[in-house]
């Protein structure tokens, strides 16, 4: 099958024709249409290569009435993603092959993105025995990265066991860094805020210590420690100092915590309540700092689906987590490409090369070149829209920015060579 796409500008430069066959970019340039040719018109779009999230909660097996895996590679497409890498916080937990293996399988079903399982780094995540890790890095799966998240790997010594153990085949242990003491029952951001509203604050030091603890740990064992969703300012720091250290560390930033603040939770809608919490204004320039000068490597979703019941309740009540893969691309553009921060290039970055690269995903994240796999996402950063939930393809609604005006939009999504969003409509 041949694809040609026509006049997208390759990473907002230039434009040019991309002549695709069977899966593979095969020439940049000028196309000349054959006549068994699709041709994709992408006449003033912005052609990125196809975004990859390290970090997407794709809730199967055992949460099906938050999503599925069919369901979030409809939102991942619609997003411009081509690759997942799925959270391991399922029911059963994906702590051993099986599980990784039938995430993979749903994936493959699914068709429309690349699913990466992550494994469970704890038996259970339940943070006391570590999981077979070796057994998923050589099943089908192939699994590189792993992951407690939604809970801390607390226990120093389970740290730093899991830390050498997946070195020798290039895993990384990727951490969500929460001091559990620091944060017992905590509903929010410490802060002036946390104490005017009367929620339990949930200190910057909870993060920072943990993340200050781990780098320690992975330059003492030479392992490779990825910082899930940085929050806070200090941590930024933390992570300066270690990477100038050579210490093997990357660390990524969600969307929301890119734009948003604690003054969300002023309304005591629960949509704003996610792990970590919303922080400060000058957590969310410290963050886009970070992001724009590589001490944090990438942007991952965080994508936490979670059904209404869940979240139309009381703000203690309410579960912690909001969708985020359809409006990424777009968040990213509004904090750090129309600020001047980012270019599409660095967008490529830090939203397709660099997390393919952290998460060992060989087929994605090469770019648009000549002999790359085809994966794309074609954007018009032109306009504005207003975020409804017709705009939202997964099975939950919980998102921050329904209701907002978000610029750009994702008009067409191609994964291996194959279109899985055209003019807006996923296939
Ligand atoms: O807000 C969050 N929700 N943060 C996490 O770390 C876990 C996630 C979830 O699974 O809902």
Not at 9 to 26: H, K, V, Y
Not at 293 to 298: A, K
Not at 307 to 317: I, S
């Amino acid at each position: 099958m041949t694809l040609i796409v026509r006049g997208a500008r390759i990473l907002g430069g230039s434009a040019a024709d991309l002549t695709i066959e069977d899966g593979t970019i095969t020439a940049i340039g000028t196309a000349s249409a054959s006549a068994d040719a699709t041709v994709v018109d992408a006449d003033g779009l912005v052609a990125l290569p196809g975004l990859v999230d390290l970090h997407t909660h794709l809730r199967e097996p055992g949460f099906e009435q938050s999503e599925t895996v069919a369901t979030g590679v409809r939102a991942a497409a619609a997003g411009g993603f081509t690759a997942v890498f799925a959270m391991a916080n399922t029911r059963p937990v994906a702590d051993t092959v099986a599980v990784v293996e039938q995430v993979a399988e749903l994936g493959r079903r699914a068709g429309l993105a690349y699913v990466q399982p992550i494994g469970a780094v704890t038996v259970g995540l339940a943070g006391e025995r570590l999981a077979d890790l070796g057994m998923m890095a050589r099943s089908a799966a192939r699994v590189r990265v792993f992951s407690d998240d939604g809970h801390c790997v607390h226990d120093a010594q389970l740290m730093r066991r899991a830390l050498e153990y997946v070195a020798p085949f290039d895993g990384v242990i990727a951490q969500h860094a929460q001091e559990p003491t620091l944060t017992v029952g905590a509903q929010m951001h410490e802060s002036a805020l946390s104490g005017e509203l009367g929620l339990a604050g949930w200190p910057a030091v909870a993060e920072s210590a943990i993340v200050a603890r781990d780098v320690l740990l992975a330059e003492a064992t030479g392992g490779r420690l990825h910082v899930c969703h940085v929050s806070t300012g200090e941590t930024v720091e933390v992570l300066r100092w270690a990477k100038a250290r050579g210490i093997r560390v990357t660390a990524e930033v969600t969307p929301h915590h890119l734009v948003l603040t604690e003054q969300e939770v002023r309304g005591y809608d629960a949509r704003f309540k996610v792990n970590p919490p919303l922080r400060a204004a000058s957590d969310v320039d410290a963050l886009r700092a970070a992001l724009a000068d590589g001490t944090i490597d990438v942007v991952a979703t965080d994508h936490a689906p979670h059904p209404v019941e869940a979240k139309q309740a009381a703000w203690a009540d309410a579960a912690m987590g909001m969708v985020g893969l359809e409006t990424a691309l777009a968040v990213v553009q509004e904090a750090m490409v129309d600020t001047g921060l980012l270019d599409w290039e660095g967008v490529a970055r830090v939203l397709s090369t660099t997390p393919a690269r952290i998460g060992r995903l060989a087929t994605q994240g090469q770019g648009i070149v000549v002999g790359a796999p085809a994966h794309l996402a074609l954007l018009d950063p032109s306009g504005a829209t207003s975020i409804e939930t017709h705009h939202l393809h997964g099975t939950s609604t919980n998102s921050p920015f329904l209701g907002r005006s978000l610029p750009g939009r994702v008009v067409h999504t191609i994964y291996d060579g194959r279109p899985t969003v055209s003019d807006g409509v996923v296939a």
